[in-house]
């Protein structure tokens, strides 16, 4: 590599790039990780490999980095693996970066045309024997899920024919069934939308194409038992945009949020689309239906929280300033009007949420989430500027009344996205442990934290001790042995 990374809030901090692929074997531990924890914390992120090929890029445009940290008897090994993407291929043989602005395909080098854009950077989900690596943006990449070998860019064996597929997938707790979808499901700026499910071995089961209401960004999904809902952002897409070198998502304040609902295994003419004033829907917590009464719980920013994809005239929020409503939304099924009800459960800044997985899209108590929590101390002196996201409160909130019980990190310290993980297959809703990666800023160097669920104020049971800094990762999830 023979040009330095670019000095900006996307490769500073803790968020320089890591770039070391290796094994740690039996980590150091203060405390006890709990005996009943057998499984895999599997966790992916942006670690870009090589200097932006246009001088700086944004967070979402890293590569793939994986990490998993095994545990099982009290001990814990962790696997560090790129995802070996054809763009990943491509660059090192190249020893450079050839591809040019997020998702905009028209500012690539011209070698590179005929490759995948994947980056494979926001979420890595288990099923059907596979570890899945996921960006909204293109296809999956299928690994090994005990070696993390890259196997190949996924299309469900040619079943899924969409040019893109989700990073937050959801699996029904009771058939094992992956529901996602895909957004500009025809190429970039497109607005199409495909809807996907495919059972526990990888057969499709049912798959419906429509078109959106605008060309927005769609992150995250939710199902209950009997319906799909896609929230859609007023982030907007624009393929003369990014023909013109520009950036394909521009906020735009004067669009209402949309929330695409269709019944499971429903067909085009069954899209209802709810709506709702402009602001920025977040992750799912999860979602529940009851009686034609359908129920989405999720975290709903006031205003747009991507400083990288400003509105027209350029303002876009400082990094760091974050502001969330936990949110239950209601859709009444039988109202003509499609008006979205909310209630305002939390006013914390959380996000990252995750439901014990057992309960998707059953009716539930407990979310698992971090927060940025700005009357905690902050000490920039040793822990450096706050330049990206960041947070640094992990939380369980019950979700019938919007009440937390939370564990701050520290005044040099900051959180990742927690997993929950069940104390037994058989263990009640929400009896568990929470598990998070977090960032010692001061030290260049990061933990793995374990919490009692129930009990998040007596900070953690078991604290991993890494030897190395792990950058600030996107999404995971645990997967335990016995599954
Ligand atoms: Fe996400």
Redesign the pocket.
């Known amino acids: 590599m023979t040009t330095p990374f670019p000095k900006s809030p996307t490769f500073m901090t803790i968020d320089e790039p890591f770039r070391f692929e290796g094994d740690l074997y039996d980590l150091e531990v203060e405390g006890q990780i709990p005996a009943e924890l057998d499984g895999t914390f599997f966790s992916v992120g942006p670690d870009q490999a090589f200097p932006p090929k246009l001088g700086d890029s944004n967070p979402f445009n890293g590569d793939g980095f994986v990490r998993a940290f095994r545990i099982k008897d009290g001990h814990c090994d962790l696997q560090l693996r790129y995802v070996m993407t054809q763009r990943l291929a491509a660059e090192r043989a190249a020893r450079k970066g050839l591809f040019g602005h997020y998702r905009n395909p028209f500012t690539d080098d011209p070698s590179v045309k005929h490759l995948s854009r994947a980056v494979a950077n926001?979420?890595v989900v288990a099923h059907n024997g596979l570890l899945l690596a996921m960006k909204?943006d293109a296809q999956p990449y299928a690994m090994d899920l005990q070696t993390l070998e890259t196997k190949e860019l996924y299309t469900w064996n040619g079943q899924m024919t969409a040019t893109t597929f989700t990073?937050?997938p959801k699996i029904d707790p009771a058939t094992g069934e992956l529901f996602g979808y895909a957004y500009a499901a025809k190429g970039e700026a497109s607005d199409d939308i495909a809807v996907y499910a495919f059972d526990k071995h990888g057969k499709k089961t049912w798959e419906v194409w429509f078109k959106s209401p605008y060309p927005g960004m769609i992150?995250?999904c939710a199902i209950s038992e009997n319906y799909l809902i896609l929230p859609l952002i007023p982030q907007v897409m624009s393929l003369d945009r990014i023909k013109a070198g520009g950036i394909i998502f521009q906020w735009e304040p004067s669009l209402e949020q949309k929330y695409i609902v269709i019944p499971r295994g429903g067909e085009a003419k069954d899209v209802r689309v709810f709506s709702a004033p402009n602001a920025m829907p977040?992750?799912v917590v999860n979602a529940f239906d009851d009686n034609g009464k359908l129920y989405l719980d999720l975290p709903v920013a006031l205003d747009n929280v991507f400083w990288f994809f400003p509105e027209a005239g350029g303002k876009f929020p400082p990094p760091g300033s974050f502001g969330t409503e936990v949110t239950r939304w209601c859709f009444d099924m039988n109202d003509k009007h499609s008006k979205a009800v909310p209630s305002v459960m939390s006013r914390m800044a959380a996000e990252?949420p995750h439901c014990d997985d057992r309960y998707v899209g059953r009716p539930y108590k407990y979310g698992f989430m971090q927060a940025s929590d700005m009357s905690k101390p902050y000490n920039p002196e040793r822990a450096g500027p706050i330049m990206g996201f960041f947070f640094n409160t992990l939380l369980t909130m019950d979700m019938s009344t919007g009440a937390a019980t939370t564990w701050f990190a520290g005044d040099t310290s900051s959180t990742q996205e927690p997993v929950f993980a069940p104390k037994s297959a058989t263990a009640a809703e929400g009896e568990g442990y929470v598990l998070s990666i977090v960032n010692r800023r001061a030290e260049h160097r990061s933990d793995l934290v374990i919490l009692d669920a129930q009990r998040m104020q007596d900070g953690p049971v078991a604290t991993v001790k890494l030897p190395v800094r792990l950058k600030y990762g996107?999404?995971g999830n645990w997967l335990p042995t016995s599954r």
């Open positions: 926001t979420n909204e990073a937050h992150h995250d977040g992750h990252f996107i999404h």
